[in-house]
């Protein structure tokens, strides 16, 4: 397909709906970004950019409904964090059923990669239960499944331990973790969208570089001019404050992800694909770790 298209970006005031957002508004479409809430900074810097600003709430039918009548394309995405398992699942399929009644033509929804391999892991079970809905919908369907975030180091969680020169992850030094850039993610759904008759019907996941967890603290080492040291915990000390997580961090351990990395660069080289390496050094170091001390 090409040409401008009308596209429905839900979760747009979040890091990778607003990543999509800018990425579609760049190439010329259409963007209705929805959002709970229209009055907010994130979302008043979408609609500078040139976004129509949808209110909209994932438990109101009638506002998903009014949101998707006439685009194109939905990209659809739900998180548990905040409403739990259940309430992704709901929202997702929510957001299904409001595209499916508007008669869209395509349906982009942002999963997990693994979520289809019974991982256990809470979080992505709940993507994959929106993901069989999805299947069984008769609605034109691409999922994109990413890996684990790059942007997860510049998390509260995360950012907090590095100004202090600490990663502390539940997986040993040398445990190699697929990992993304949110903004390739943009890069590649947008591509999804454009051509979207070569991704009907398919379920791919992607990763932009793979790499031990040590060489992640010593590459943000290199960039800040601080010797962050990686610290392997104890995953029972993670269960302790959240069993979702620990169950990942076990996965990662003992199964991984295992995206197509060198053959995503060469299918879709116009995607920026970061090395772990280039992100970092894009990033503004001092001022996040100047926030985090602040938390």
């Known amino acids: 397909m090409t040409g401008k298209l009308k596209v429905l970006v839900t979760g747009a005031t979040g890091k990778q709906g607003g990543h999509l957002v800018r990425e579609l508004l760049a190439r010329g479409h259409t963007v209705r970004a929805l959002t709970r809430t229209p009055e907010s900074p994130a979302a008043a810097a979408l609609a500078e950019r040139g976004a129509r600003i949808v209110p909209g709430d994932f438990d109101d039918q009638g506002s998903l409904e009014r949101a998707a009548r006439g685009v194109d394309t939905v990209f659809a995405m739900s998180t548990p964090f905040g409403g739990g398992e259940e309430t992704e699942t709901r929202e997702g399929i929510n957001i299904l059923h409001a595209a499916s009644s508007e008669g869209v033509t395509h349906l982009v929804y942002s999963s997990v990669a693994g979520a289809d391999r019974a991982t256990g892991i809470p979080h992505f079970d709940s993507k994959f239960e929106v993901e069989k809905e999805i299947r069984q919908s008769g609605i034109p369907f691409t999922i994109v499944a990413p890996v684990f975030f790059m942007e ?94 620990a169950r990942m961090y076990e996965w990662f351990d003992r199964v991984g992800y295992d995206a197509d990395v060198v053959g995503l660069r060469w299918r879709y080289p116009e995607v920026d694909w970061h090395r772990f390496d280039t992100w970092v050094g894009e990033q503004e170091w001092p001022a996040i770790a100047l926030a985090a001390t602040v938390l």
Not at 188 to 200: N, S
């Open 152 to 245: 997860n180091f510049l998390a509260d969680w995360m950012a907090a331990g590095i100004a202090k020169g600490s990663i502390a992850m539940a997986l040993p030094a040398t445990r190699r973790l697929q990992q993304i850039a949110v903004a390739d993610i943009a890069q590649f759904t947008a591509l999804v969208i454009e051509r979207r008759e070569g991704f009907l019907g398919k379920r791919i996941e992607i990763a932009s570089d793979e790499l031990t967890v040590a060489t992640v603290a010593a590459q943000i080492s290199d960039e800040t001019g601080r010797h962050i040291e990686y610290t392997a915990i104890p995953v029972d000390a993670v269960r302790q404050q959240n069993e979702d997580v």
